[in-house]
């Protein structure tokens, strides 16, 4: 007889708030919770304020260990201070599996071709615990996974002895495990079969510029080039330096700030000339980054279908729906 | 793992005046000599170094000096922007900051055995003045080699000592829009020279410098020399913020400039969508 | 570091507000000090008892001129400075003043003081209406960390920039759920950021009281606004802090009369 269960460690979920009380003391904790109505990362002061089975986050979690603000380092006329980074350890709990993947793929964008020194501060003093009501088949990152199995029971999938270490805790206990399906993730679906043809996606887009496809004209007309696509995008890691001199004149600063490639002056340089100079091309480049740039250098899209950008444009465009269409124009002329 | 953002500490050790806007600058590392790699080369000519002032950030900006220099480097700045103007404010013994050398440079070794055409307009001069010095030093090893150099007026034609010294080793054909009186050599287009040019275009490279002269350089001159793109040269500018291929803001096409480029070959840039 | 060995001479005027501005300067407590390390203030109403006009290297002003002895006032700092700016929206675009409608006002006027009464006030334009302005630090009130920022630029020899990016930036980071996604009129987008999105986070729309942004997609904006709000409403919006704006006359008003006809 074939055995379709298997002992596995599992947590009640009843006991999540106890767990991140007793974790609490050697890490900062940072979960989903509910802000005027919408559902932010931010610092658990409270585990009972812990929100599971959200949709979606404004900002991505990138921005614990890609801070929008950031000094790179400050001068006195002795040196150059590089600030130290020495907070408590983060444990980020609560991510979906599409931002564990975004993580996944910062971690490559941010060793290549030279390590981010402030990354991996950061990253390599950070644990990721996962939480999804999918079924987990190929783990796409982090410590730890909690597959919800039914409202009562998670799953705890340890991916790396960190996460190993936790499911040890009092609060796991092994049980039998029945094979489970998962509810799915409804967001961004169609877009996420795309994603698993980064090659045909990336030709697609090049494709529609270089034939002309009016969608772009369509496009740079309606985004009103706020940046906000950029800043709620969980692998967006694009960034302008601003530098100072102190008020006392007796230090300078350089600190590095999430910038945006559709809001103007992205590509202008000193002088004023402009190699992005309309919102058709910073559009566009935002599209080019993710699916042509990105598949050329790393082999895939860097996107993962987490639906923000299209949940928080207030010009209300459907990426989605944009991506669809200009892949289903590119099958069709090219075949 | 280091903090790659933070410049090193260079010293201003000369400064001269090239035009009202063109300064050119010679700068010493604070402490110890600029490194060098396995060729004996501080930097690749067609590499360019973050260079600026503390507290006002940094611009990329070509080197001028000769690679085989290891106790300064020289670059040519033009006062453009917040940068460039802290620059300019700064004298000789001030301190400026540093990172790099950046960038991939021209293809050296691939230029050797071949004649090689280089075309330069006003501030274009700096990757090909340290290219000259390269070829100086082992002029043997290369063909016929020409420096076709425009300017506005005599007044304009940067480092004018230099030129004299580069014309006891290779060919400089020099031509101005506005002659003074003076003035006793070309007059009129670069373009006009390319009959004085007698190159082997199948075993040929050329090298061109800067957004105005470049489409010119390009129709009227390499093209009909049979100097195939892409063995043409191009240095491109773009706006820079990390200089380590982070940032995004260099980008053209797939390419990053800050280490992808600046050099390109000419058929690799006119796929470029940006 | 490049030090000004010189204090810079600093004059801080006042024309037609409410002064908030300037009281955001002082609350720059412990800030202001440093700066008095650096600048000596010869001229300032509100700050100090002994005042004397000179020539300035730097002249703040804060409110919108709006009688004949303040523009004359405000023709005269330009002539006796280096640096002439624009402090606080009132100054930068008319703000608070610069509401008022001068057909309603004529019509009041008439009514409460009757024919015979001459108004002291002219009208209430920008400061750039009148001399040319180096720089404009907008807002209703300025904030802290923006004027800091100026000053540190000025001092340091720079010339001032403008944020490049929106409001939304910090809006986004304040974590607030969007207005225009829902349903309700707002003109971040196109608004200078630096503020700290605080209007948005403590429920209000913004009326871009920081300026246009450099490069705002207004058109594309207006086509949001449109499907949430009638005409008086998007007027009403656009004419709150922006009316002496090119784009509000350039693309706002043009393309109202367009929606009209």
């Known amino acids: ?335 | 793992m280091k903090n790659l953002y933070a410049p090193i500490r260079a010293r201003v050790t000369r400064i001269e005046e090239l035009s009202e806007n063109v300064r050119l600058f010679r700068f010493k590392k604070d402490r110890g000599r600029f490194a060098k790699n396995h060729g004996g080369l501080t930097f690749i000519p067609g590499q360019f170094v973050m260079a600026g002032v503390w507290g006002y950030g940094e611009s990329p900006i070509g080197i001028l000096s000769s690679p085989y220099e290891d106790s300064f480097m020289e670059i040519l700045v033009r006062k453009v922007g917040v940068v460039t103007n802290a620059l300019h404010r700064l004298n000789v013994g001030d301190e400026m900051t540093i990172r790099g050398p950046y960038g991939n440079g021209f293809p050296i070794s691939s230029f050797e055995g071949k004649d090689v055409v280089m075309v330069s307009g006003g501030c274009g001069i700096p990757p090909i003045a340290a290219l000259i010095e390269y070829i100086i030093q082992k002029r043997e090893r290369f063909g016929r080699v020409y420096l076709l150099y425009g300017a506005a007026t005599p007044e304009d034609i940067l480092a004018r000592k230099r030129l004299d010294t580069w014309g006891r080793h290779i060919n400089i054909l020099l031509t101005v829009d506005h002659p003074s009186p003076e003035w006793k050599g070309h007059v009129g287009l670069v373009s006009e020279m390319v009959k004085d040019i007698e190159i082997n275009p199948l075993n040929a490279v050329a090298t061109m410098c800067g957004p105005g002269p470049m489409m010119t350089a390009l129709e009227r001159i390499l093209r009909p020399l049979g100097i195939s793109d892409r063995r043409i040269y191009v240095s491109l500018e773009r706006k820079m913020q990390c200089g380590i291929g982070k940032c995004q803001h260099c980008v053209t096409g797939d390419s990053y400039v800050c280490i992808d480029g600046p050099v390109y070959n000419f058929d690799e840039i006119d796929k470029n969508w940006d | 570091m490049q030090r000004e060995a010189k204090k810079l001479k600093v004059g801080i005027f006042d024309f037609t507000d409410c002064e908030g501005c300037q009281v955001k300067l002082v609350s720059l407590r412990e800030r202001l000090l440093a700066l008095l390390e650096r600048v000596e203030i010869v001229n300032w109403r509100l700050g100090q008892e002994k005042n004397r006009m000179d020539r300035f290297d730097l002249v703040l002003i804060e409110g919108c001129p709006i009688t004949q002895d303040e523009i004359d006032l405000l023709k005269l700092l330009r002539e006796r400075s280096t640096h002439l700016i624009g402090f606080g929206t009132c100054a930068t675009m008319g703000g608070i003043p610069a509401i008022m409608d001068q057909k309603e006002r004529a019509k009041w006027y008439n009514k409460i003081y009757g024919p015979q009464y001459k108004p002291r006030g002219i009208d209430s334009l920008p400061l750039t209406s009148y001399v040319k302005v180096d720089f404009l630090i907008h807002g209703c009130p300025v904030d802290e960390n923006e004027i800091v920022r100026v000053m540190e630029e000025l001092l340091s020899g720079k010339k001032p920039a403008y944020r490049g990016y929106s409001v939304c930036f910090q809006c986004k980071l304040a974590g607030n759920p969007c207005r225009l996604i829902n349903g309700k009129p707002c003109l971040g987008p196109v608004t200078q950021g630096g503020c700290g999105a605080i209007c948005v986070s403590g429920g209000s729309p913004c009326y871009g009281c920081f300026g246009i942004r450099d490069t705002a997609q207004i058109e594309g904006l207006l086509d949001i606004l449109k499907g949430m709000a009638d005409k008086e409403e998007i007027e009403r919006y656009f004419t709150m802090f922006l009316r002496y704006t090119k784009e509000y006359n350039e693309i706002v008003r043009p393309f109202m009369e367009r929606e009209n006809g």
């Open chain 1, 1 to 335: 007889m074939i055995k379709n269960y298997k002992m596995e460690p599992v947590i009640e979920r009843n006991s999540i708030p106890s767990l991140l009380k007793i974790l609490s003391s050697d890490y900062s904790i940072i979960a989903p919770q509910e802000r005027n109505g919408e559902v932010v990362f931010d610092d658990l002061k409270d585990p009972e304020c812990l929100v599971l089975g959200y949709k979606v986050t404004i900002l991505p979690p990138k921005k614990y260990l890609f801070p929008p603000e950031e000094i790179l380092f400050t001068y006195s006329g002795k040196g150059v201070r590089t600030p130290s980074i020495t907070s408590k350890k983060l444990l980020i709990f609560g991510l979906s599996l599409r931002d564990l993947e975004a993580i996944t793929q910062l971690d490559e964008i941010m060793s290549t071709p030279h390590p981010d020194y402030f990354y991996w501060k950061r990253r390599s003093r950070s644990i990721l615990v996962g939480v999804t009501d999918e079924s987990v088949h190929a783990p796409p990152g982090g410590d730890l996974i909690l597959e919800r199995m039914d409202d009562e029971l998670y799953r705890a999938i340890p991916l790396t002895q960190a996460g190993k270490k936790i499911v040890k805790g009092r609060f796991f206990k092994k049980q039998d495990i029945l094979p489970h399906k998962g509810e799915g993730n409804q967001v961004m679906e169609e877009l996420r079969k795309l994603l698993l043809d980064p090659e045909t996606l990336a030709e697609a887009v090049k494709w529609s510029r270089a034939e002309g496809h009016p969608v772009w004209e369509e496009l740079g007309k309606r985004c009103i080039g706020c940046g906000i696509c950029t800043y709620v995008c969980p692998i967006c890691h694009c960034f302008s330096m601003e530098n100072s001199v102190s008020l006392d004149g007796s230090t300078c600063t350089r600190c590095r700030k999430w910038d945006a490639c559709t809001l103007p002056g992205f590509a202008r340089i000193a002088g004023g000339y402009d190699h992005h100079p309309s919102q058709k091309k910073r559009y566009y480049n935002w599209y080019y980054h993710k699916f042509v740039r990105g598949y050329k250098e790393y082999g895939k899209s860097q996107c993962v279908a987490c639906g923000r950008c299209q949940t928080y444009c207030p010009a209300r465009i459907d990426i989605e729906k944009e991506l669809l269409g200009i892949v289903k124009d590119y099958r069709e002329a090219c075949g």
